[in-house]
């Protein structure tokens, strides 16, 4: 396999300035007729060559001459001697029915639809499929007019006609450059729902959000997501919308969330269809947030997009965190922020210490798919993160205006951005710019020492080795820091060496140093979790039920919680027991929030056995998923009543999405999560399905079932299943509880549930939903002692790699995760990674992921 190396970045020996396509839609034969204005680029011989996959090449001319000394090979057009500017005309045809990977051109349930980001386009014809060559588009589709009304493609509609077989077309011009990965092409029969926006300046956008037959009643809000995006956008950043129609398409088969192509965004439906009826508060979050994301990208990653793949993180790392900072403002900064934290230390963490670890620009690839990571992502999001931290919202506005200014309408790397921040502030960012290089999660040792007359406080930084880079450096390191007393009280170390909440970390170790106190200093350490790191010191439980009670930072607080729920979970791994002054203490701090809704409904969240995972070495999975499962029945036994007192106190009228609603919906089914542990409320349990008008509190009835008896549980979900047997977004829900249930005919409960009628192998909707919740959540099935789960997943994914690697090449990571783990789970994992390595014609995708793990296995041990 070829391994790609950001090292060796070259630019394009061609630019392609202009392109026209010509797509005639046909199930297995499409044709794709391809004029390109081709310059060469620079003084050099090289011959032309052109990306494709998968195409079957009818014609070559240029300007206007057969070609006949081209070469065709499996991944490439060839073309020897070409002068210095000229047009290329290919004609290709395309076979989309056939196409399960979904990448390229496909059509499936009825509708055509592209895929091009990260090489994607070469599926379709002949092209330079590289993120540095930017060209002007203009596209004319032709479709059976019947079948096909709509035919959509990027930017502004120019012309339209009918033609004499029964097929129409519709011509579309899109004036920025672009490059290839963000060209879009729809067509299929669709509703549509349509409004304005007038921009700062005055401009009128028509919006445009198609949706299946029948479903136009949950797209509303998306719509009104859309306009509060761009609205935000203007406010926040200045940035306005450029073209003279923004179009969503919501399509059921996408391997993605959503993709921002210029001016016609393609997203998979659960991302944009919702109403109360068939949509969690958590599933209007996403479509807000979603639908934000790939809006903001007009700007981080349209106008200015990415060199290279190896600068991935350039448009990602930052719309992630401009989506945050977004949705903190539309709803609650603290609930937004934990989140994202859950996200960081359940999976990027694992990342970071898996085979697959890898800095957020990465240095080498085999397949470029496999960059779509949580370190790309959400480590990078935490990386602009900090640079907003150590810049301020004035300075960090003023940095985005300069890289805007420098770079719009260019393809550039993660150095010009740090560049563009770099020309607004007298802060030193050198220093800083080693987090785009280095992989790993960073350790920040606090330890404390009285000292004659002070204390001192020392605050030390090291990154362990990982898979990809054995040396470390030290990191700059903005620091959310504080220091209390028992009582609250704040301190200030005496040099002033923590400047408005912030420890600057810029060396190994910084020491602090203060006056001495009566009772025990007690640092608290990563306010709003300022960096994507671990920290490690020792804190009694009183020290942490003291940060809990008086930080002034509500992260801490959330976070001093989360670390006694952990200490306690360890005691019961240990086959000991919980002070009984814990559970008083316990008590008493979840009773003084109890009508802080927010607050409390994040506390009452014990760590799940993922995030448990990252505080552990040589797991034994059935200890430690027994260890907490004994401490949240305990927890819920000795809680009882506060829980019911808690859960009788919210009450709610007629469904609203709006934010205090939703945070008082959230804590009453996170008490009744707990309630539903114990069996004399499982009528209680029942009433709240039945009393529910809205998904929510639905959901929230069936989560709380599954954690008590099978009866009711069972009961429930024939209930639910039975009347949304024929709307696969929500029955998706359905699945994933199954999926996560723990029982002991789990993997033929699996095996019976693919057979349902609704349950689709070729949509990656249904397959996370079923096959990728079992293997990330389903503690007790996946982890099987005989290690049955393994095999299971395996299975599944020698059979979907041949289809859709993609898909398989992401639900293969809890496998490849091995190291976690004692002995005995490491020998089953990996002898399941040696079984997919055997397999005959593996793909890229899953390929890389499975070599690089079983590598990591000599250099691990």
């Not at 950001?6 to 005639?24: G, K, M």
């Not at 960090?396 to 890289?403: K, S, T, V």
């Not at 420098?406 to 951005?417: E, I, L, S």
């Not at 040396?471 to 170390?493: M, N, V």
Request: aromatic share 10%; glycine share 4%.
């Amino acid at each position: 396999m070829q391994v790609k190396r950001r090292a060796d970045y070259q630019p394009p020996a061609f630019f392609i300035t202009n392109v026209e396509l010509t797509v005639h839609l046909h199930p297995h034969s499409t044709r794709v007729q391809s004029t390109l204005h081709i310059k060469r680029n620079g003084t050099h011989q090289h011959d032309l060559v052109l990306d494709g996959e998968q195409l079957n090449l009818v014609e070559i001319t240029i300007d206007n001459q057969t070609v006949d000394h081209h070469k065709v090979t499996d991944t490439a057009l060839i073309i020897p001697s070409v002068g210095d500017e000229f047009i290329l005309s290919t004609v290709c045809t395309i076979a989309p029915d056939s196409n399960k990977a979904l990448e390229g051109l496909y059509l499936s349930n009825g509708v055509y639809c592209t895929q091009c980001e990260a090489e994607g386009f070469r599926r379709i014809t002949y092209f330079l499929d590289r993120p540095d060559v930017l060209a002007t588009y203009q596209v004319t589709v032709h479709g059976d007019k019947k079948v096909l009304p709509t035919l959509l493609s990027n930017g502004n509609p120019v012309d339209k006609g009918d033609n004499d077989d029964g097929t129409h077309w519709v011509k579309w011009h899109d004036p920025h450059p672009k490059p290839s990965y963000l060209f879009a092409l729809v067509a299929g029969d669709f509703d549509l729902l349509t409004d304005t926006y007038t921009t700062m300046n005055g401009k009128q956008v028509a919006l445009e959000l198609y949706v299946d037959k029948g479903k136009l009643d949950r797209g509303q809000f998306a719509l009104d997501s859309l306009k509060r995006a761009m609205k935000w956008d203007e406010q926040v950043y200045g940035l306005e919308y450029d073209l003279e129609i923004y179009m969503v398409v919501a399509v059921d088969f996408f391997n993605m969330g959503a993709m921002e192509n210029k001016g016609l965004n393609v997203f998979n439906s659960k991302f944009v269809l919702a109403n109360p009826a068939t949509a969690t508060d958590e599933d209007f979050f996403n479509v807000e947030s979603v639908i934000a994301h790939e809006y903001f990208h007009n700007w981080t990653g349209n106008r200015v997009t990415c060199r290279d793949w190896f600068q991935l993180s350039l448009k990602e790392g930052l719309t992630v965190f401009r989506d945050q900072q977004f949705s903190a403002d539309m709803t609650s900064e603290l609930s937004n922020r934990i989140k994202h934290v859950r996200v960081i230390r359940e999976h990027q963490f694992a990342e970071d210490a898996s085979a697959m670890s890898h800095p957020i620009r990465p240095d080498e690839v085999i397949e470029m798919n496999n960059f779509y990571t949580v370190t790309v992502y959400d480590k990078g999001a935490e990386v602009i993160r900090m640079l907003h931290t150590l810049l301020g919202k004035d300075g960090f506005r003023a940095g985005m205006d300069e890289y805007f200014k420098r770079h719009d309408g260019q393809a550039v790397t993660c150095d010009d951005f740090v560049s563009a921040m770099q020309s607004v502030t007298d802060l030193n960012l050198t220093h800083f710019s080693k987090w785009y290089s280095q992989s790993g999660t960073p350790e920040i040792s606090v330890t404390r020492k009285r000292e004659g007359d002070k204390t001192l406080i020392t605050v030390s930084q090291r990154t362990p080795a990982t898979a990809d880079q054995q040396e470390k450096e030290d990191l700059f390191i903005p620091l959310g820091f504080s220091c209390i007393d028992a009582t609250g009280q704040q301190y200030q170390d005496r040099a002033g060496k923590v400047t408005n909440g912030i420890l600057l970390l810029d060396q190994q170790q910084i020491t602090l140093t203060y006056d001495q106190q009566e009772s025990e200093l007690i640092p608290v350490v990563l306010a709003n979790f300022s960096a994507p790191v671990r920290i490690k010191q020792s804190l009694d439980s009183t020290e942490l039920l003291a940060i809990f009670l008086h930080a002034n930072d509500d992260f801490n607080r959330w976070d001093a919680l989360q670390q006694l729920y952990d200490w306690c979970i360890s005691q019961y791994e240990a086959n000991q027991q919980v002070d009984e002054t814990i559970w008083e203490g316990l008590k008493s701090a979840l009773s003084s929030e109890k009508t802080n809704f927010e607050l409390l409904s994040e506390c009452l969240i014990i760590p799940s056995f993922e995030t448990l995972c990252q505080s552990r070495t040589n797991i034994n999975v059935e200890t430690l998923n027994a260890a907490r499962e004994q401490f949240v029945r305990e927890f819920a036994e000795r809680f009882e009543p506060e829980l019911l007192a808690i859960y009788q106190s919210i009450s709610l009228a007629d469904y609203h999405y709006d934010q205090q609603d939703v945070i008082a919906r959230r804590c009453k089914n996170v008490v009744l999560a707990h309630l539903g542990r114990l069996q004399q409320n499982s009528e209680l349990v029942q009433q709240h399905y039945t009393q529910s008008d809205n998904m929510t509190d639905t959901l929230g009835a069936l989560k709380a079932a599954q954690q008590g008896h099978s009866d009711p549980f069972n009961a429930l979900m024939d209930s639910f299943g039975e009347r949304w047997k024929s709307d696969p977004l929500v029955l998706d829900k359905w699945f994933s509880l199954h999926a996560t249930t723990e029982r002991e005919d789990i993997l033929s409960h699996l095996t019976m549930l693919q057979a349902h009628p609704q349950f689709s192998i070729e949509n990656p909707n249904r397959v996370r939903a079923l096959i990728g919740s079992f293997a990330f959540y389903n503690t007790s099935g996946f982890h099987a002692l005989d290690g049955s789960g393994y095999e299971y997943l395996t299975d599944y994914l020698i059979n979907l790699d041949s289809s859709n690697p993609q898909v398989a090449a992401r639900l293969v990571t809890p496998l490849t995760q091995w190291q976690r783990f004692n002995k005995h789970h490491q020998h089953k994992m990996k002898t399941q990674l040696a079984r997919l390595l055997e397999q005959e014609g593996l793909s890229n995708d899953v390929y890389e992921k499975v070599s690089k793990s079983l590598a990591y296995e000599s250099s691990a041990e």
